[in-house]
């Protein structure tokens, strides 16, 4: 059996009769060499012999079919018999100066089948697209390059199939392989746009859901397949192939579009919910997540969820983080509309939704980005910069532009395509410095002779200002840990151009004082107020991620020291503090509800632990905090000047007390006093400063028994003192619960006194 597709058939008209071939219609000429490369599919311009040519008063048309019996080209009126000419070519001469529509009629012994010819179409990409291609500067790369639906009319009726388009520079020939073609490309050989690299193709009859790959020839003559690098779906893994896709949502959210970009994110609550999509309940696909998640995610008062990247990934042990097809989302929770459901859900409850983006390395499976056309191509290509000693990954090449357009494309094609709210990039600090893990020897230096890498400093650059231009409203996330600075700093300036940077500071800090006994926390105080010192120096976000709660480091609960009672007293605290410290705020998922096991991705959280009282008060606790963190904008309207001490020095005690106040001024000026204790004893007639008097409450304490504590608490309406203290003009006396934190806020303010 020969590689023709069977996806288009045409039911030619009964009138048609074979046209007998005279002599004097000759096709043109091509020599044997050329046909035999382009009978085997290794023309890197097989369009230049296949298809339709115009000679003297004829037209050639030349086709490959393999061991075929016989072939006919057929037009509205008349069939011309073909004649094999070399390497499975055949070759037929019709009459005329104009090209016809026309088709392709094979017999195999018996069967008979009519298709049309791929080689009868203009390429799919214009002169703007292949230039803006080699120029590194397609801002919307997907919609050229990968797999597209098209469609075209013609004398002889429509035809759809698929435009296929793919970058490769270095390769010999490119062909098409798919289950349209029984895997055989040799009649589906792709043609070179010129010095763009790139390489294209229609194929009629090729329907959505087809799954394919290229198989390309490298520069040393062998033949390999890859999965195509702008993908929009999958298959599942571990199956490996690109998979035809089409886009087919209609989005509901243009409330939430149209007030995205009017307002300034940085200005607004954040309090992210950070999900790990297969694990958060096993065996939920996109759909079922909106369904669930989306509720829950409302109910706890979130304003935002980030997922761990969703790009297509092989091994779902890496999390996602070793991404193989950047420009699909994974197919293991269904298709890509699925996806733009989901997010679609989020926003019409007014959730916004951040995804996790892997720019900084990939892996090096040999059916994806590595080699992809037989030489370092995505990679960098010097061994020195071009491989991650830690992970066992190749390094973007981010001084070539063609490599910059992939990823900078690919950050506005999850923004566009699927109405993200933001991205938090990977491992920034990774892809800052060139000696980034590695030992003498094993870097080289910039050409200043420095260990900054100066190419991917400008592709940050590149992407956050592109990201932020395109698509006013959203925001970009970096992760990096070192003291970088000008991270969340405009382009303008020389900054990165993020829009806010994870405070691994605070994170490690915060963390390893609150697993000091309380009894040894006087010793470590300099850890809970050192972040106040450098909170003002970028846009940051506070993060208890899932790299807190895996490999052995023990969830936010299980870090506490104590008993049970303690340690759920512990986290309470924590997170009120967290909720009330300057920046934005992110969660990992289970530590909501205190769940003991570290985070496994094969298992679901372990929800029942819910309907234990401590496990119950620290969800509902999160919940109240989520609330009041968004109704008050003391808390994130001002980071810069609404945070004042009131008293950082009582590490005796093991206590801080501190204002936040918004930008309104006067009366109405929001403002909240929060005092966190983290002795384990509490604190009876503990005086507070105050910046005016009036009539104060206490809108939210840890140790409430309706967050399982022991009800240490303030109820009723506090009356400020006239009594000076902390530097403060009012003062009162509170009970300051063990393990616990508390918020004031003023209920008829007097500021006049």
Known sequence: MA?????????????????????????????????????????????????????????????????????????ATAAYPATHEHAGVWVGVLPGEEVPDYRVRVTYGDQITTLDDPYHYLPTLGEMDTYLISEGRHEQLWKVLGAHVKHYSGDMGDVDGVAFAVWAPNARAVRVVGDFNFWDGTATAMRSLGSSGVWEIFVPGVKVGARYKFEIQGPGGNWFQKADPLARATEIPPATASVVTDYYHEWTDEKWMTDRAERNVHEGPMSIYEVHAGSWKQGLGYRGLADELVPYVKEMGFTHVEFMPMAEHPFGGSWGYQVTSYYAPTSRFGTPDDFRYLVDEFHKAGIGVILDWVPAHFPKDDWALARFDGTPLYEDPDPLRGEHPDWGTYVFNFGRREVRNFLVANALYWLEDFHIDGLRVDAVASMLYLDYSRKDGQWRPNQYGGRENLEAIEFLQEANATAYRTHPGIVMIAEESTAWPGVTAPTS??????????????????????????????????????????????????????????????????????????RFAGTKALYAYQWSHPGKQLLFMGQEIAQRQEWNESYSLDWWITDFEGHAGVQALVSRLNHLYAQNPAFWDDDYTGFEWIDASDGDHNLITYLRKGKREGTEQPVVVCA?????????????????????????????????????????????EPIPWNGRPFSVELRIPPLGGLWLAPVTPDTKH
């Open 493 to 566: 300036g020389g900054g990165l151009g993020f829009g806010m940077k994870w405070n691994m500071g605070w994170m490690n800090d915060t963390l390893h004082y609150m697993a000091e006994d309380p009894v040894n926390r006087r010793w470590h105080h300099g850890e809970l107020t050192f972040s106040l010192v450098y909170a003002f120096s970028e846009n940051y976000v506070l993060p208890i991620s899932h790299d807190e709660v895996v490999h052995g480091k023990g969830t936010v609960v299980e870090k506490m020291p104590g008993d049970d009672w303690q």
């Open 3 to 75: 590689n023709f597709s069977v996806a288009h058939l045409t039911k030619m008209p009964m009138t048609c009769e074979n046209v007998d071939m005279t002599n004097d219609l000759t096709p043109i000429p091509v020599d044997l060499a050329t046909l035999d490369a382009v009978g085997n599919g290794a023309h890197y311009n097989p369009h230049s012999v296949l298809g339709a040519h115009i000679g003297d008063s004829s037209v050639t048309i030349r086709s490959v079919h393999h061991l075929a019996d016989a072939v006919d080209i057929v037009t």
């Open 676 to 720: 966190a204790n983290f002795a384990g004893n509490p604190h009876e007639g503990y005086r507070v400063g105050l910046p005016f008097g009036g009539e104060w409450t206490e809108i939210l304490n840890t140790d409430s028994e309706e967050f399982a504590g022991s009800g240490v608490t303030n109820p009723g309406v506090i009356i400020a």
